[in-house]
């Protein structure tokens, strides 16, 4: 050994330490484990077989201060802190220039806590154990703090305070702090890896790296890394309680990296985990305090089980790959709530859509086993209350590739809430969020509450609540400020695209959806639903428990567009009932409500219980077009019953209530209260200032065998062209009735109004109308425009039609003149002077001459009449006279006798003047 540690060496133990010095010569384990000489009492090496006792240092108080050169420990060997059992805290501080390499065994007497301070580094190896019996801190600090204001730095030349001490309050960084790596892997005697493993561990650095390596801590782990020049105060528990620091490093796991143990908090710029996990099952949280990011990457981790919260921090929050945050509660207790806060936006990459769909595949056929979950966010609970989920940024959040959003409760367990606050955007692309009870379950499912400013739901991504069980699905509540775009369905994908609240299987009712937005928009197949029962993937359940109802107010549209790319699912808003309980009703509000190319709003039962209820109010609506290739038409429907779904369906249809200012349905388009088989068709109402049905479409309330529906109509004006109808015929039952209540009434091109039957008693028709044109009573249809109501059983089942409508004399308008007529005199015919034409009323001219105009058009003459002036007629002429020059007449005029007069210069008194053509 050199000269300079012989000097280390106090003289007193001259002898024994030269037996030290002959016997570890040749190993390299003391030339790694160098004290210094800075203490009043030095640090002293006493080695026993594979052990080396560390005694001697410096006591202040109950503080324990060891100061070496160097300080590492190579693999098989043991290093052991031998403190007198009253001291609370050793520190061992590193003077020199290399990092501390700890690939064996650091232990301590009793429950004393062990700081290790090191600025170059501390590494720790795939063997590395520690057997410390309370709390262990390893830092790269430069110094530590005391509460009189003291420090303890790694310079030699510093000096243990003097004062009596407890613990330290904070440390100091200096310009280049060093790296803790951790690569343990150490065993136990039963074989478990367990890697470092202490009552409490901290590790806080410049940077800090788990590669491959464990840390277990029963009680608190903290990681922390800080930029150059940073302070950090410590609370009384040695806990990091403030930071000040220019800037912060980052934390690396991967490789299998396993964070255990109850408290577990994670401080820095960015934290990466690769196949690495952190997981905590005792009392506190995790909380992950990241000022740039949090990148959970392939097959990452973090995990709560039965109580601890999940708090992340940070700008931005990237998962992706079968990564996942996971709360789960399984021991009757309340399970941990998550919290990510990421200001600046949330991504959630998945492993492609086709996981996706299997592992919503495997929920629904009661496959899932708790804890299986692929990329995403879950809270799961098989007993106890189930914890909430909050997701929060300014920014964007992202769901592609398959990534999921999961509140999931099995057997007994409660569900908690699922929460979203979303600055701007909030995208589901091939992804979802959910909220579900498991099959054979009996608790009810977390309710799911979106505020964003935009939702864009696409190519089979969901938002659904869903019960599977006894227990009620939760309720779906979506606020968006602009938007809500739900656009199209896969032909690949287990469920359609959409917002869904369902229940299958069992008696749970399925939630409610509330959804206020200023523009709704669904395309392609994209759907809104709540279901008692209903398809998963191609398999029909027909049992559920009572459908929930949905609430619909787009403040400025709402808008429904084409098909499923399989052609068979038009974008719609939906209720349905398949089993023996009802569906949920529909009520939509918005100024304006577009449906186009097969798209539609129903509510539908087809098994024995009943529908609900559809309405609708707008101030503007229009359906037009049809789906390409198949020719879906658009419609409003309650539908009971269908051949190919269920025959024996019974329950009635509900009632359709639409209230508007304008309506407009083309090209097939339909509001439908239809009944299929042997159950009642609801009712339609409609109410509206003009409503035009056009080119074949229509009101209907048609049944096969179940009692007809009615229809009533009330508007101001109501037209029917090209082959349009309001009909309730039916087959074998009565057919339905028709009440149609509105000023004017014109119906050409073949359209009808029917209450017809086939086997049974045609319906009662009555209208109330000012003015009906083009459209007339008769017994039995025609090729014209109809009203009837028959029964092809004969004349005597024929339903009763009723008309209000006065009669119109256009007689009365005309003129009657004299007969004969007084022969007419030709008066001058030039200089008749200007005229006006004037229409007054607010409806104006229409812009076209087939266009109806909204107001009667009242025309007046308003000029000003000439003066009057005396009227001489000619003197007769002679034979003999030339005879005059015939002109043309530009007036008609009559006298004070009533007598016509064709004059061409102005009349001289006020007349009617009805022109001709101008001839001067």
């Known amino acids: 050994m050199s000269h300079h540690v012989l000097q280390d060496i106090h003289w007193p133990h001259l002898v024994a330490g030269l037996v030290i010095l002959q016997s570890l010569t040749p190993s390299p384990s003391l030339s790694q484990l160098r004290p210094d000489d800075s203490l009043p009492e030095n640090s002293r090496l006493v080695p026993e077989g594979n052990q080396i006792r560390i005694e001697g240092g410096t006591v202040r108080g109950d503080t324990l201060f060891h100061s070496f050169q160097e300080f590492s420990i190579p693999e098989s060997l043991e290093v052991h802190l031998d403190n007198a059992p009253n001291l609370e805290t050793i520190i061992t501080r590193v003077t020199g220039s290399d990092l501390s390499q700890l690939d064996g065994h650091l232990s301590a007497n009793g429950t004393a806590n062990l700081i290790l301070i090191n600025p170059n580094g501390i590494h720790f190896g795939d063997n590395a154990r520690l057997s410390i019996g309370g709390a262990f801190l390893g830092t790269t600090a430069e110094q530590i703090q005391f509460a009189d204001g003291s420090v303890w730095g790694t310079s030699p030349s510093q000096s243990p305070p003097l004062l009596q001490i407890s613990v330290p309050i904070g440390l100091q960084f200096g310009d280049t702090p060093g790296t803790i790596v951790n690569r343990s892997q150490a065993r136990d005697s039963q074989g478990e890896v367990r890697g470092l493993d202490a009552a409490q561990l901290s590790l806080l650095a410049g940077e800090v790296q788990m590669v491959g390596g464990g840390v277990r801590s029963p009680q608190r782990m903290e990681f922390g890394s800080f930029g150059p020049g940073s302070r950090v105060n410590l609370d009384g528990q040695g806990r990091v309680a403030a930071v000040t620091a220019r800037t912060l490093g980052p934390i690396e796991l991967t490789q299998g990296a396993i964070l255990e143990g109850g408290e577990i908090r994670l401080l820095g710029d960015r934290l990466a985990m ?14 992950i305090d990241m000022q740039t990011g949090v990148d959970l990457n392939p097959e990452s981790r973090i995990l709560s089980q039965n109580g601890p919260d999940v708090q992340i ?22 399970g941990g709530d998550i919290t990510l806060e990421a200001r600046e936006g949330i991504m959630l990459l ?6 996706f769909s299997q592992y919503l595949a ?6 899932l086993q708790p804890l299986t ?4 966010i879950f809270s799961q609970g098989v007993s106890g209350q189930a914890g909430d989920i909050h997701l929060i940024t300014d920014g964007d959040l992202t769901l592609q590739q398959g990534s999921m959003v999961n ?10 809430n699922l929460t979203v606050d979303v600055g701007e955007s909030l995208d589901i692309q091939e992804s979802g969020f959910l909220s579900l009870t498991l099959p054979n379950s009996q608790g009810s499912a977390a309710d799911v509450t979106i505020n964003t400013d935009r939702l864009r739901i696409r190519d089979g991504g969901i938002v659904a609540g869903a019960t599977f069980g006894d227990g009620h699905s939760g309720q779906i509540t979506i606020a968006a400020q602009d938007r809500i775009d739900v656009i199209n369905s896969r032909a690949d994908a287990f469920i359609l695209t959409g917002i869904f609240s369902n229940s299958f299987l069992a008696t749970g009712t399925a939630g409610d959806i509330h959804i206020v937005t200023t523009h709704l928009r669904a395309v392609d197949g994209g759907t809104i639903a709540s279901n008692s029962g209903g398809w998963l993937g191609n398999v029909l359940i027909i049992e559920g428990g009572s459908g929930g109802d949905i609430n619909i107010q787009a403040r400025e549209s709402l808008e429904l567009t084409g098909l499923s790319e399989d052609g068979r699912f038009g974008s719609g808003i939906v209720t349905a009932t398949f089993g023996s309980f009802p569906s949920g009703n529909v009520t939509l509000h918005t100024p304006r409500l577009i449906l186009q190319d097969g798209a539609g709003l129903s509510t539908e039962t087809f098994g024995p219980a009943d529908g609900g209820r ?7 609506i229009h359906l037009s077009g049809r789906s390409p290739i198949f020719g879906f038409r658009n419609f409003f429907a309650s539908t009971s019953g269908r051949q190919d779904i269920r025959p024996d369906a019974t329950g009635a249809g509900g009632d359709i209530q639409v209230f508007s200012d304008r309506i407009t349905l083309r090209d097939d388009s339909r509001f439908d209260v239809r009944s299929f088989g042997e159950g009642a068709a609801g009712n339609l109402e409609v109410t509206a200032r003009e409503i035009l049905l056009d080119r074949g479409s229509n009101f209907n309330a048609e049944t096969v065998s179940g009692p007809g529906g009615n229809i009533q109509v009330r508007s101001q004006a109501l037209q029917l062209r090209q082959g349009s109808t309001i009909n309730t015929d039916a087959g074998t039952a009565d057919g339905g009735n028709i009440s149609i209540t509105t000023s004017t009434l014109v119906a050409l091109e073949n359209s009808n109004i029917s209450a017809n039957a086939l086997e049974g008693r045609g319906g009662q028709v009555h209208i109330t109308a000012e003015g009906m044109f083009g459209i007339a009573f008769r017994e039995s249809p025609t090729a014209q425009s109809d009203i009837t109501a028959s029964s092809l059983l004969g004349p005597e089942f024929s339903g009763e039609v009723s008309i209000n409508s006065p009669e119109i004399n256009f007689s009365a308008a005309l003129m009657s003149l004299p007969e004969p007529l007084t022969p007419l005199v030709m008066l001058s015919n030039c200089h008749i002077g200007d005229s006006r034409f004037i229409t007054t009323g607010q409806g104006g001219l229409p812009q076209v001459p087939w266009t109806p105009t909204t107001d009667p058009v009242v025309w007046e003459d308003i000029q000003v009449p000439a003066a009057p002036t005396d009227v001489s007629e000619q003197p007769p002429q002679s034979p003999s006279s ?17 007598t016509p007069r064709l004059a061409g210069d102005r009349t001289p008194q006020p007349s009617l003047l009805i022109p001709g053509n101008p001839g001067c």
């Not at 559809?614 to 503007?620: G, H």
């Open 362 to 367: 495997t929920m629904a056929g009661d496959g």
């Open 274 to 287: 690769t196949e690495a996990q952190i997981l905590s099952s005792g009392t506190g949280a995790i909380a």
């Open 313 to 334: 921090q940070t700008q931005q929050f990237h998962l992706r790959d079968n990564a996942a945050v996971v709360s789960s509660v399984d021991d009757g207790g309340q």
């Open 350 to 355: 998945g492993s492609g859509f086709e996981p």
């Open 614 to 620: 559809l309405e609708v109010r707008a101030d503007e």
């Open 882 to 898: 030339p005879q005059p020059r015939l002109r043309e007449a530009q007036a008609l005029q009559f006298d004070d006798q009533g």
């Open 373 to 376: 979950v692929i990329s995403g």
């Open 407 to 416: 509140q999931a409760v099995f057997e007994s367990a409660q569900g908690g």
